[in-house]
T-cell receptor, first 111, second 110 residues
Framework: DGGITQSPKYLFRKEGQNVTLSCEQN?????MYWYRQDPGQGLRLIYY???????QKGDIAEGYSVSREKKESFPLTVTSAQKNPTAFYLC??????????FGQGTRLTVV | GQQVMQIPQYQHVQEGEDFTTYCNSS?????IQWYKQRPGGHPVFLIQ?????EVKKQKRLTFQFGEAKKNSSLHITATQTTDVGTYFC??????????FGTGTSLTVIP
């Protein structure tokens, strides 16, 4: 998991603002993912990308957007349309089905 | 949609007792992985099972994949305080998309 970097670790956002979470990997993995984790809950898939310039919606994509212009980078934008954005956001990458490597996560709080 | 359920949601054990968490899928999986997330941390990959009926061991941890490839279990023998955390299974059907279970939070009482 040392090859995936998420920033910032903590992020505060005012209601109505968009915010972008960074995710960078140097593992040369093709697939990258964004998950949302709420307290005491499992991981829910927001978006995933299997190749540059292509990405797919996960189970809870509404209110989020992503881009994959480079293999190493998969930023997530939390838009003002996301009604309940306060959560722990985890980015992951994998080179094969399963065996995902996770970043340290970003804790987003709406104030 | 695809659902992967885990039981129990929470488990408290005395140090030295065994612990088991179970993972069940509504559909047949191509493989299953297990992850551990320490409090305040991020999930860390433990193991992947691919074959029907497969059993793998890592020291005190034993992982099983069911014959029908719809269920899996993680068993920890003689728990230690370092085992504290939430254990997740994640199943793949096809491609690179996998579905995480709801997780089992383990507390070990010294």
């Amino acid at each position: 998991d040392g090859g995936i970097t998420q920033s910032p670790k903590y992020l505060f956002r005012k209601e109505g603002q968009n915010v972008t979470l960074s995710c960078e990997q140097n593992l040369n993995h093709d697939a990258m993912y964004w998950y949302r984790q709420d307290p005491g809950q499992g991981l829910r898939l927001i978006y995933y990308s299997q190749i540059v310039n292509d990405f797919q919606k996960g189970d809870i994509a509404e209110g989020y957007s992503v881009s994959r212009e480079k293999k190493e980078s998969f930023p997530l934008t939390v838009t003002s349309a996301q009604k309940n954005p306060t959560a722990f956001y985890l980015c992951a990458s994998s080179i094969e089905p399963g065996k995902a490597f996770f970043g340290q996560g970003t804790r987003l709080t709406v104030v | 949609g695809q659902q992967v359920m885990q039981i129990p949601q929470y488990q408290h054990v005395q140090e030295g007792e065994d612990f088991t968490t179970y993972c069940n899928s509504s559909t047949t999986l191509s493989n299953i992985q297990w992850y551990k997330q320490r409090p305040g941390g991020h999930p860390v990959f433990l193991i992947q099972l691919v074959k029907s009926g497969e059993v793998k061991k890592q020291k005190r941890l034993t992982f099983q994949f069911g014959e029908a490839k719809k269920n899996s279990s993680l068993h920890i023998t003689a728990t230690q305080t370092t085992d504290v955390g939430t254990y997740f299974c994640a199943g793949s059907i096809t491609g690179n998309q996998f579905y995480f279970g709801t997780g089992t939070s383990l507390t070990v009482i010294p």
